[in-house]
């Protein structure tokens, strides 16, 4: 099955070295196993499809250590630092490759503890050393952080792959029966490899969160399954020695350890040398992570001020929000505005970056693939902090006022962190990714989540019809935010960045109304019998997906998202009763 042409050959396609990396970053990670090499050509192309995930430099390496082993890495740097360039290979190991898209806050910690003597001062080198000293579960309990990861012993011919708990960051994997098995950060980049399967079946999935697999490369280049294993499961307390010691945590104050964490989570996201800056909704998560960034840049005496960015149409709600939030904790803020052709110019692109149909999924990312492509080109800000899964995490939904009971509100939040990389973490990593930005969202971080989740449910539920009202109340009274932005209701997103008279899903609805004809959508369920469309919106939005990404809805969109415990047909938050029922800003 394979024919490696190429002995001990590193091509070197194109790089620049002027920014390279001390910090993990946001990049593009590649590896194929069992697949012939002697198509460059059609490697390359594949490779390719993730370049915007690392404009700065590539590599690709075709590697005699191990059979029919390709491996390819997309760098958005972040610091000048040549050695961190990857394929990572470290003097000591010189039988171990590392590919890692990630950022590990905790990697200095961990050589203290275990005197690692690192070679590159990069953060991501530190999987090497764990998994060299210690194996590849010890390994990944270990790391406090962000990360999609392949590596490569040739020694045991074993290949070893690992993901973040929260699937933060995007890995995917292509499977066959043929024994060809792919990586790759995007499934774009492992979709044109189909060709290569000789007639096999195949499918593209993502690499399941808070799991570590190892594969055994066989004498023809093939690879094996030897496991696959969970490492961690929600709610558990991490491994790792944690930034805040559980010592530190007071029983009594309950609000004072929430606002001891997330600030720790939101510090220890501040390792970068590029700008960083936020989104900013106006809503208590984006509002909460803004201020204490801002709040710490002036402590760190960042050389800049920290930048705000909000999206809307004309002066939208969240727009207004936004406003007020950025001249409370005084950051350098930027208003974007966009407009029914600004959709329509887009939307095809968003479902292109997203690789998913869901309906509240695209909806959701139109504006913020909108803001991202506005920071990457009017600006010099690179890193970006968001509030995402803080309302998976804290029940924001408006639809946990209808759970029947603390104990059914907590479940859900566990299903919604279970699945978040294949709906709102996913929207987030690509919207960004797609103009090169590097996405950071402490709301997920291990230990704030862990503690979060021990709370009593009857704490953590919505109070007297205020979602998130232990997360509001922990930060009541400290001047962080406007009294008014700390008790904002929850808007619906298509409201936030619209207006009430009409919402953006309405809006996007008009556009393709003459896109999408009446018989299409009466044929809609003969022709695709999972997750059937039932509007044409769906539809068009089906029918975009199927062009890049025919045949794999079933592992890339396994269900529509969709609101508990309510009677609805469409996602949108303003179709549920108690939608702005109480207006607390």
Known sequence: MCRLKQPVVWIQLFIICAFCCRFGNMCGIWALFGVS??????????????????????????????????????????????????????????????????ELY??????????FEYETRCD???????????????????????????????????????????????????KSDVGIVGFCSEAKGLMSLSSKMNGGKWTVEQFPPGHFAEYQLNKDGTATLLREQRYYSLGAAPAFQTLVPYSELSEMDIHGNIRKLLTAAVQKRLMAERRIGCFLSGGLDSSLVAALVVKLAKEANLPYKIQTFAIGMGESPDILAARKVAQHIGSEHHEISFSPEDIAEALDHVIYSLETADITTVRASVGMYLISRYVKTQTD????????????LAQGYIY????????????????????IHKYDGLRADRTTSAHSLELRVPFLDLQFTQYYLSLPGELRQPQKGVEKHLLRSAFNN?????????????????????????????VIQELVEEKVSDESLQKASAKYPHCTPKTKEALYYREVFEKHYAGQIEWLMPYFWMPKWTDVTDPSARFIKHYAAEDKA
Not at 53 to 70: E, F, L, T
Not at 381 to 392: F, L, P
Not at 406 to 416: N, V
Not at 500 to 505: E, G, Q, R
């Open 37 to 102: 090499t002697d198509s460059v050509e059609h490697t390359d192309r594949s490779f390719a499809k993730i370049k915007h995930r690392g404009p700065d430099a590539w590599k690709i390496q075709y590697d005699n250590k191990v059979k029919c082993a390709c491996l390819g890495f997309m760098r958005l740097t972040i610091i000048d630092n040549v050695y961190g360039m990857q394929p990572m290979i470290l003097h000591n190991y010189p039988h171990l490759t590392l590919l890692c898209n990630g």
């Open 106 to 115: 905790n990697y200095k910690r961990l050589g203290e503890h275990f005197k």
């Open 124 to 174: 991501v080198e530190c999987i090497t050393h764990l998994f060299a000293t210690r194996g590849i579960e010890f390994c990944v309990q270990h790391l406090d952080g962000v990360f999609g990861f392949v590596l490569v012993d040739s020694k045991t011919q074993r290949v070893y792959v690992g993901r973040d708990p929260f699937g933060v960051r995007p890995l995917f994997r292509i």
């Open 381 to 392: 800000t690179t890193v970006v902090m968001s509030g995402e899964g803080a309302d998976e």
């Open 400 to 419: 946990f006022r209808d759970a029947p009971s603390a104990e059914e509100g907590h479940r859900e939040s566990l299903r919604l962190l279970h699945d």
């Open 478 to 506: 400290t001047g962080l935010l406007p009294d008014n932005i700390l008790w904002r209701h929850k808007e619906a997103f298509s409201d936030g960045v619209a207006s009430i008279k009409k919402s953006l899903f309405q």
